[in-house]
């Protein structure tokens, strides 16, 4: 009876839960607010390299995530890709992750609308698409790029590619962006792009695994820079100086952290109260 | 012999592998190349058996009326339907067997491959991303509790890192004067993660790594034979 007791209970109170979080996400998209965000070192890191990068260099983004992490990580895609053609950069677009291709397609269109047809495909980007094989295959581009990729996503021959012409090797790229969500990704980049061929490598990753990236941020430069999760993406495009999705999602994010803070609280001063209750009992009965 | 000759290649693989890399020259330079190109194709082929495994055990439930085995035909059809969009008409750029189904995509707005993906599979897939949410918000209420001494650092700490990672970490902390400016909340959440936080990341790495060379040594050499199957 005791038993049924508390697993109603304790559904009331997990559907509360979820009742409250709802509405944590809900209201601030519903009725919108600004909340200032400011930027932080290891984000000023990875826009100080694009920053720094001359104008006309190739350089490679790498789509190794899938629609699950794109709330965090495509704001990442389209402010990168925005930065980078403010710079003139011409961009080489794949993926490690089979999804990754069509992540890099859409984050390509999205920040073609505000570039309109100064930006062409083949001239100034390019996606080469999914491959398997991880590291490996970086390693391989270490040697020939070409053999990885004989082909673009529109199938049009390697050597066919305006932007391809003169890059034979990963060492003719002047930076990797890896926006990843796991493995394999941006570690795979760290250590053979940057640790075997010596490429400044930047990289995105959600806020969870972020912290097991920031070992490689140090005075070697494994890691040009780090975004972790929608802040940092908050933080590029605040470095832009626009207001894109990442910045809008801050919102709700910053009210469900509250949410789960006070859930916290509340959690703690129930356990509290039963401990206290418990005390009062066991007082009672020893007499 | 039918255990031999794997392990025979494993060791010559292994050795050439890690002997190129310290000499990438004639001829360890071309069998690392050669090696590394049959690893992409085998990649590839990897791909392939995943898709036969997910159909043959997604047949044998429905077969065999496995619990929920309703499931397991949306699984099916959801695969089929992708498949053959993709194969038919492509995707994005890629033509397909019919070329880039100009008409359909007219109507759709995008090839059919892509329609689904952006509008199905996308959705779906960060929903279920999202989940985690209502489960990390049930987990702050029931298990985030001060008992023991290690229990309440970790409490303080996440605290202060989750309210120092929100936009309201500057405006609640933007009182403290510049003299105490390290006692401000994204401040103090960025020394915590710069600071302790990558000291145990290193030290999981350095074991990790250390870890990775073992089990590889193990199999070179032959003493960890488990994934040629039936051994330990």
């Known amino acids: 009876m005791s038993e049924d007791i508390n697993l109603t209970k304790t559904l009331r109170e997990r559907r509360i839960i979820f009742l409250l979080l709802v509405l944590a996400v809900a209201i601030p998209i519903i009725f919108p607010f600004s909340l200032k965000t400011h930027s932080t070192p290891l984000t000023e890191k990875a826009f100080n390299l694009i920053e720094s990068t001359p104008a006309g260099s190739p350089v490679i983004i790498s789509f190794d995530y899938d629609p699950s992490t794109v709330t965090e990580l495509q704001p990442m895609a389209i402010a990168i890709i925005e930065h980078a053609w403010r710079k003139n950069h011409r961009i ?8 990754g291709s069509q992540m890099a397609d859409m984050a390509f269109s999205e920040v073609q609308k505000k570039f309109g047809e100064e930006k062409v495909y083949g001239v100034d980007y390019v996606n080469l698409g999914y491959k398997p094989g991880g590291m490996v295959i970086i390693q391989t581009m270490g040697r020939n790029l070409k053999t990885v990729f004989p082909k673009d996503t529109a199938m049009n021959d390697y050597d066919s590619i305006p932007l391809l012409k003169n890059i034979k090797t990963i060492k003719d790229i002047k930076y990797v962006v890896s926006l990843s969500a796991g493995d394999p990704g941006l570690r795979d980049w ?17 806020a969870v695994s972020a912290p097991g990236f920031l070992p490689y941020v140090n005075d070697q430069n494994q890691l040009s820079g780090l ?14 100086g626009y207001e894109g999705t990442a910045s809008r999602g801050m919102n709700p994010q910053s009210i469900a952290h509250l949410l789960i803070l006070a859930l916290i609280v509340a959690g703690n001063i129930r356990v509290w109260r039963n401990r206290r209750k418990e005390k009062m009992a066991k007082e009672v009965n020893n007499g | 012999m039918k255990s031999k000759i794997p392990q025979l290649l494993a060791f010559l693989s292994g050795l050439v592998i890690l002997v190129a890399a310290f000499i990438p020259h004639t001829p360890f330079g071309m069998f690392e190349e050669t090696l590394t190109n049959w690893f992409m194709i085998i990649s ?40 053959i969009f993709g194969l038919l008409w492509g995707m994005e ?64 700490t996440a605290v202060i890192v989750m309210l120092g990672r929100t936009s309201f970490a500057t405006i609640l902390t933007s009182w403290i004067p510049d003299s105490l400016h390290f006692l401000r909340l994204p401040e103090l959440t960025d020394f915590i993660m710069q ?34 199957g039936g051994e330990k």
């Open chain 1, 92 to 99: 080489i677009a794949m993926a490690m992750w089979p999804q």
């Open chain 1, 190 to 206: 760290i250590m053979t792009a940057n640790g075997k061929f010596g490429i400044p490598v930047a990289g995105g990753t959600t």
């Open chain 1, 227 to 240: 975004l972790g999760g929608l802040k940092a993406a908050a933080e590029y495009e605040l470095l832009l």
């Open chain 2, 44 to 83: 590839s082929f990897a791909i392939l058996l995943g898709q036969s495994s997910l159909i043959q055990s997604n047949v044998a439930k429905i077969t065999q009326k496995a619990p929920n085995w309703k499931y397991h035909i949306a699984t099916l059809v959801s695969f089929g339907v992708m498949l």
């Open chain 2, 93 to 156: 750029n890629t033509p397909g067997i019919l070329g880039q189904g100009e008409k359909l995509a007219e109507s759709l707005g995008s090839k059919p491959f892509d329609y689904l993906f952006e509008y199905a599979f996308m959705p779906l897939s960060s929903t279920m991303f999202s989940l985690l949410a209502f489960y990390i918000a049930s987990a702050a209420y029931r298990a985030f509790i001060m008992r023991t001494f290690e229990s309440n650092l970790l409490l303080i």
């Open chain 2, 195 to 228: 600071y302790p936080n990558t000291a145990a990341q290193r030290a999981i790495l350095i074991s990790a790594a250390l870890g990775v060379v073992g089990a590889s040594l193990r199999i070179i050499l032959g003493i960890e034979r488990s994934y040629l």
